[in-house]
């Protein structure tokens, strides 16, 4: 049975930082691309998933936007887990973060592509 199972999401406050965990098991995730997707609490429409930052199997790493500066991303291909360095969070980060993985092995893969999900996790990001 394929699994992503995300970990290290809670309440922090406006400044502060976070690392979340994402491990697969179940499937080898070599050749695929393994990618965080957030979205606001009580949305759970897939395709209106934000990406917020991936890598691939060889290393390509892309981060949002939004998150630029102050998220990091970093991938361990032997154990198959996806690390999400958050800092400097701020309430608008506050959302359900999803991990998620694609054959197609690209780094900006919508929502839509992801053939596997964790079950999501959720930040809250408040004083």
């Known amino acids: 049975q394929v699994q992503l199972e995300e970990s290290g999401g809670g309440l922090v406050q406006p400044g502060g930082s976070m690392r979340l965990s994402c491990r697969g098991s179940?499937?080898?995730?070599?050749?695929?691309?393994m990618a965080w997707f957030r979205q606001p609490l009580g949305n759970e429409r897939v395709p209106e998933r934000e990406l917020v930052a991936s890598v691939t199997s060889g290393g390509t790493t892309l981060i949002g936007d939004k998150v630029e500066g102050r998220f990091t991303a970093s991938r361990n291909n032997y154990d198959n887990t996806l690390i999400l360095q958050m800092n400097d969070l701020k309430p608008d980060d506050t959302a359900v973060y999803y991990c998620?993985?694609?054959?197609?092995?690209?780094?900006?893969?919508?929502?839509?592509?992801?053939?596997?999900w964790g079950q999501g996790i959720e930040v809250i990001v408040s004083s």
């Open positions: 179940g499937h080898s995730f070599s050749g695929h691309v």
């Open positions: 998620g993985a694609d054959r197609g092995n690209r780094a900006l893969v919508p929502a839509a592509r992801i053939d596997y």
